[in-house]
């Protein structure tokens, strides 16, 4: 993986998140869990490059965001799409995702976690998160078609600190 620039991403979020999916990737070496995710963006933000992500509190990933400060973000071409279904439709709570998947772990500097198969890894610090409220939502068909349950994900707007493509 070579290490850009944010600024040369040159993906469109339209296509990357909503179409080709990420995996959103915390814990520590010793403990970490992934889960597929399609909702978010990448932007630009009180003078950083930001990314944001939506996980709802069920999820298993979501302790691992809670608890730590950064966390990944990584992005894979269309033959890994299995894998990345591997990891949105099963929990870590029951399942060895690394196994299930077939995807193979590696480490930052930082310490956080991101895999070899990846073609752009976002490496990211939390710098706000707020679960989503019903009453702010203008268009309330979007609360009743996603929301109907009342399970609110939480959203994190976050720093991009490192990025790297493949090579």
Not at 137 to 166: C, P, T
Request: net charge negative; glycine share 6%; proline share 4%.
């Amino acid at each position: 993986m070579k290490k850009i620039d944010p600024k040369e991403i040159r993906d469109n979020a339209v296509q990357l998140i909503g179409h080709d999916w990420m995996l959103v990737t915390a814990g520590t070496p010793e403990h970490f869990n992934m889960m597929t995710a399609s909702w978010g963006g990448l932007g630009f933000m009180w003078k950083r490059p930001v990314a944001f992500v939506v996980i709802r509190p069920q999820r298993y990933t979501f302790d691992f965001i809670e608890k730590g400060e950064e966390f990944t973000l990584s992005f894979f071409s269309h033959e890994y799409h299995k894998a990345l279904s591997v990891c949105g439709t099963t929990s870590g709570r029951d399942t060895d995702k690394v196994a299930a998947s077939g995807l193979s772990p590696y480490f930052t500097e930082n310490g956080n976690v991101s895999f070899t198969e990846a073609r752009l890894v976002l490496e990211c610090r939390k710098l706000y998160a707020e679960a989503l409220k019903p009453e702010c939502f203008l268009d309330r068909a979007i609360s009743s078609e996603w929301y109907a349950a009342g399970d609110f994900h939480k959203m994190y707007i976050v720093e991009i600190l490192n990025a790297w493509v493949e090579e």
